[in-house]
């Protein structure tokens, strides 16, 4: 089966500037996550949906950052504008259910200059 | 609220010698305990997993881990470890019930010399 897709791998930006990660999970899987991670730290969840609905964004900066699944397949995350520490890998996972191990995508890594 | 601690930043092993990660958690009830690996620039890829059940579990690449509720404790173990084992890995506890909230440890980074 094909995995967890995301674009872009990689992303250079300036401070103040906006960005949009996307994400496209394995088919049939309810439930998609979006995780942070900075350099020398394990990912750190930002938000997960369960189909189209938000079920945990307790750690998403939301004056910042957004997100949205659409129809509960694809997802976008955004972050507007963007500062020097939001430098780090985007993860993306997805689950066939909630209680399902994860997949997860091979990430996208935004730099901020 | 759970927690994970991944008390070696880095580990060197020779290849063909064993392996141990070590993880410990923190939870108040009986939780998902899982092992991924990361290889530089790429996403986490599920080594195994403990639900319930027998507490040694086996995995994907030969690893093993063993559950001890008693230590809190998931360590990851491979008899021989191959020169492509070297990685960064990450244990992490999930909730059991409700909607699974993973807490990933800060790593380990594997290190295998010749």
């Known amino acids: 089966e094909a995995g967890v897709a995301q674009s872009p791998r990689y992303k250079i930006i300036e401070k103040r500037q906006s960005v949009a990660f996307w994400c496209n999970p394995i088919?049939?899987?309810?439930?998609l996550y979006w995780y942070q991670q900075i350099l020398g730290q394990g990912p750190k969840l930002l938000i997960q949906?369960?189909?189209?609905?938000?079920?945990?964004d307790s750690q998403l900066p939301k004056d910042r950052f957004s997100a949205e699944r659409l129809k509960g397949v694809d997802s976008t995350l955004k972050i507007q504008p963007a500062k020097l520490e939001d430098s780090a890998v985007y993860l993306c996972?997805?689950?066939?259910?909630?209680?399902?191990?994860?997949?997860f995508g091979d990430g996208t890594r935004l730099s901020i200059l | 609220a759970q927690s994970v601690t991944q008390p070696d930043i880095h580990i060197t092993v020779s290849e063909g010698a064993s392996l141990e990660l070590r993880c410990n958690y923190s939870?108040?009830?009986?939780?998902?305990l899982f092992w991924y690996v990361q290889s530089p620039g790429q996403g986490l890829q599920l080594l195994l997993k403990y639900f319930s059940g027998d507490t040694l579990v086996q995995g994907i690449k030969g690893f093993e881990a063993e559950f001890k509720r008693s230590q809190s404790s998931f360590n990851l173990r491979k008899p021989s470890v191959h020169w492509s084992d070297a990685a960064e890995y990450f244990c992490a506890v999930g909730a059991l019930t409700g909607f699974q909230k993973l807490v990933f440890g800060t790593g380990t980074r594997l290190l295998v010399s010749p």
């Open positions: 939870y108040g009830a009986t939780p998902y």
């Open positions: 949906f369960q189909n189209n609905g938000v079920v945990d």
């Open positions: 996972a997805s689950s066939l259910s909630s209680n399902q191990p994860q997949h």
């Open positions: 088919s049939g899987h309810a439930t």
